[in-house]
């Protein structure tokens, strides 16, 4: 397995933690993710899996007349072109091999839109658009392709969005996270675990038969 991720900050956890290789690398050029699929070929062979995780989030947009275009281009490159190129480079692996997996994780902005995201909502819309089509494209080579759309999860990218949430409302990150788990009929947010458990999941060979599909990962919630 390859972690890939822009600085080599956040790798240190993931390599120590999860005893993987790792490689910083950004997703949001074509020259950036023809070298991480060069480097997973050298290291690794031929690719089987593609877990398609990187993700610039909404906590620096503005509502849709005060958007900065460069905040639009950013946030595609990287949540939505980025997917494209890796799908684009690592799938004939499997089309060789005669089996893949790709799985994409979304979310479910990418079902429902928000307020002053324009921009995260309609890169994670567009990736469940990639997503149908490509499971279309591979099918008949025995790969599947599919999404995931959690919920509220508290990564960093989240804490984040708390932060710039309370300070434009006045109140604590503490009170918009309490906010935040009483929208979930469980009454808490998703977990980190909770998710990758259902990503690993659709990567397995037990999930042969799902493909195409958005998986909502929201507890019964719907935002």
């Known amino acids: 397995m390859l972690g890939v991720s822009r600085t080599e900050a956040e790798l ?8 993987v290789e790792v490689l ?4 949001a050029t074509i020259d950036g993710c023809e070298r991480i699929v060069a480097e997973v070929r050298r290291r690794l062979g031929p690719v089987e899996i593609l877990v398609l995780n990187a993700g610039i989030g909404s906590a620096h947009e503005r509502p849709i007349w005060e958007q900065d275009p460069a905040v639009w281009r950013e946030t ?13 480079l690592a799938v004939p692996d499997m089309v060789e091999q ?12 990418g079902k429902i839109g928000g307020a002053a995201e324009s921009a995260y909502d309609a890169s994670k819309h567009g990736l469940l658009g990639l997503v149908r089509a490509v499971a279309q494209d591979v099918a008949r080579f025995g790969i599947t392709c599919n999404a995931v759309c959690p919920g509220w999860v ?3 990218m989240a804490e984040r969005s708390a932060a710039s949430s309370a300070e ?16 979930y009929p469980a009454g808490r ?28 990962v929201t507890l019964g919630g719907i935002w």
């Open 12 to 19: 240190e956890s993931l390599a120590e933690e999860a005893n």
């Open 24 to 27: 910083a690398e950004t997703v």
């Open 76 to 88: 595609m490159a990287v949540n939505l072109d980025g997917p494209f190129q890796l799908a684009r």
């Open 98 to 109: 005669g089996w893949g997996r790709i799985v994409a994780v979304s979310s479910t902005a």
């Open 154 to 156: 508290r990564t960093t």
């Open 168 to 183: 434009r409302r006045g109140i604590t990150i503490e009170e918009v996270w309490a906010e935040r788990s009483a929208a």
């Open 189 to 216: 947010v998703v977990t980190s675990e909770e998710v990758a458990a259902v990503i690993a999941f659709l990567a397995s060979e037990e999930a042969s038969g799902v493909s195409g599909e958005a998986v909502a």
